[in-house]
Structures are given as C-alpha cells and as structure tokens.
C-alpha cells in the first residue's frame, strides 16, 4: 500500500472513530449549597443555592468542552447578600476507569453585592474561575463532592474577591 493512500485509511479511521463521538452533547442540571468568604469589612461566611445548567456539545475521548450557565443567591436573609448571574467555558475530564469528572471552568457576567451595615450595595461586571469534581453515583446522577471558585467584583472603587467552595448534585439528561 502506498504510503498516501495508508495516511488517508487512517486519517478515514480516525474521523469515524472521533465524529460520532464529538457529536453526541450532554446536558447536565445542577443545584449546589455554597459557602462563600467575602473580603468586605463587614462580612463573614455566607450561604445559599448554586443552580444552572452545562451543555457539552463537543466530546473526544476523555475530555468534553461546552459551556455553563449558572446563578447564586447567597446570604438571601442576611445583611451581606452576593448575588450571580454567569456564563462560560466548561471543561471536563472523563477517564473512562473510575466514576469521576473533574472540570475546569471560567465565567463571567454580573454580580449583586450588598455589604450591609450601611455600606450600601452596587451592582457590576462578576468573574469566576472555577474547579471541581463529580462523582457519578447513580447512572444520570452525580454527585459534586466539592467544588472551588475565585472571583472578582468590582464595587466600591476597589475590587471585592469572594472564594466559594460548593457541594451539590448534578442531574445528567439522556
């Protein structure tokens, strides 16, 4: 066989084996408690829902890439309250061996903080890197055993950066 015609079998190979592949997308809901520590002189911990929804619309073998849509009410009853509303990249690893996801993520959007006491509230451009693990427990639930973000609002002439660590349950669809 010539050697061109033996680079066009494989590369023909090779897009059968990746395109059905990369056209299969998977959808996942999710709704999380987060924790977040914001850096504002009158804040502590505060708490609440995570909720959103990723779609991966692109697959190759172990990694996936689409994007996810998400929001946060936290401290909704409390004098600081961070709300999010965000959208990004979603990236994630899937080794098909263990029952595992971890995924990478960064978003950006608008953010609501109100820092109580008389320091008033704004609302404003919201970043978010973010990373995390799934573990499948059933087979189209997950279960996210923890989850890490760093973030940055600008309010206040400076920059508020609250860190959120978050567990929750991701609802794959078919």
């Given at each position: ?89 979603h990236l994630a690893f899937r080794p098909r061996v ?32 973010l990373g995390g693990i799934d573990l499948t427990i ?37």
């Open positions: 066989m010539k050697p061109l015609r033996r680079g066009s079998l494989i590369m023909l190979l090779l897009t059968l084996c990746f395109v059905p592949a990369a056209l299969h997308a998977q959808t996942g809901i999710y709704g999380e408690f987060s924790a977040a520590k914001v850096n504002s002189p009158n804040a502590d911990w505060i708490y609440g829902p995570t909720f959103g929804v990723y779609f991966d619309r692109w697959h190759v073998p172990v990694v996936t890439a689409g994007v996810d849509v998400r929001g946060s009410i936290l401290g909704p009853s409390g004098s600081t309250q961070l709300y999010s509303g965000l959208i990004g990249p263990i029952p595992i996801q971890p995924y990478v993520e960064g978003l950006v959007g608008v953010g609501y903080f109100n820092g109580g006491a008389g320091s008033g509230s704004d609302t404003e451009f919201e970043y978010q890197f059933l087979p189209r639930i997950d279960w996210r055993l923890a989850e890490f973000s760093y973030g940055g609002l600008s309010i206040f002439n400076g920059t508020l950066h609250p860190k959120t660590i978050s567990t929750g349950v991701v609802l794959r669809l078919p």
